[in-house]
């Protein structure tokens, strides 16, 4: 089994930082892409940024310049650190892997449990 935990939500006033960690672990032979999305009550979840097998990172417009994606491949982890935080940063942030978890298995999509951020004005 494969399970993705998430770690670094909090409350934090406007302008402040936050940095979020997501974890894999269980059976793991493989991690292709890597992303986080988020989901603020009433609205659909959204993707914020993604990077690649080779670390190539893309963001979502309302991020770009304040958030930094990577991650560590032999340590099974990705990171977000997020800066100058917004009000409307916040909501429920949920972190997506592609896993294989078989040695001749394909890929498969894996989610965190989700960790909330909370900006305040």
């Known amino acids: 089994q494969v399970q993705l935990v998430e770690s670094g939500g909090g409350l934090v006033q406007g302008g402040g930082s936050l940095r979020l960690s997501c974890v894999a672990s269980g059976s793991v032979f493989g991690i292709s892409g890597m992303e986080w999305y988020r989901q603020a009550p009433g609205n659909e979840r959204e993707l914020v940024a993604g990077i690649t097998m080779s670390g190539i990172p893309n963001y979502a417009d309302s991020v770009k310049g304040r958030f930094t994606i990577s991650r560590d491949n032999i340590k099974k982890t990705m990171y977000m650190q997020m800066n100058s935080l917004k009000p409307e940063d916040t909501a429920v942030y949920y972190c997506?892997?592609?896993?294989?978890?078989?040695?001749?298995?394909?890929?498969?999509?894996?989610w965190g449990q989700g960790t909330q951020v909370t900006v305040s004005s």
């Open positions: 997506n892997m592609r896993i294989r978890s078989a040695w001749n298995g394909g890929f498969e999509a894996y």
